[in-house]
């Protein structure tokens, strides 16, 4: 099994619309619900307003700090699921299932795990003991 990071992206709405939106709360529950039973969901969560964004750079060796997002687009990330699917194609599946996907675009992305993350850095020519595996999980 492969985990999968599905990014939710949706437009920042008025107030009437995202009260629209958070009725669909019950459905929510029942997807996290039965994604859990079947043992994909490792993690979900929401994130605040891109309002509560800060964003940090650092170039030149100068460190700066900015309020808001990094790009300037209609679509946000809103928030995240981590599931543990047997491949794309059941990941892409899930996906489809959310109920924000009528209004909302989900990326789909595999998460690289700790230990080829290593195999990737020695690769690159990186040397790194065995146990720093533990420190990028």
């Known amino acids: 099994m492969s985990q999968y990071m599905l990014l939710v992206?949706?437009?920042e709405v008025d107030p009437a619309v995202q009260a629209e939106r958070e009725r669909e709360l019950p459905v929510f529950v029942?997807?996290?619900r039965s994604l859990r039973e079947a043992g994909?969901?490792?993690g979900v969560q929401r994130l605040h307003s891109v309002q509560s964004a800060t964003s940090v750079r650092?170039?030149?060796g100068q460190t700066e700090i900015t309020d808001g997002?990094?790009?300037v687009t209609?679509?946000?990330l809103a928030g995240y699921y981590i599931l543990e699917c047997a491949d794309l194609d059941e990941a892409l599946q899930q996906a489809a299932r959310l109920p924000m996907a009528p209004w909302a675009t989900i990326e789909v992305r595999p998460?690289?795990?700790a230990d080829e993350w290593l195999r990737v850095a020695r690769e690159a020519g990186v040397d790194?003991?065995?146990?720093a595996v533990q420190y990028l999980a």
């Open 58 to 60: 650092v170039r030149d």
């Open 74 to 76: 209609k679509e946000l």
């Open 69 to 71: 997002p990094f790009a």
């Open 40 to 42: 994909l969901l490792v």
């Open 111 to 113: 998460v690289m795990a």
């Open 30 to 32: 029942e997807l996290h």
């Open 128 to 131: 790194l003991p065995d146990e």
């Open 9 to 11: 992206y949706e437009e």
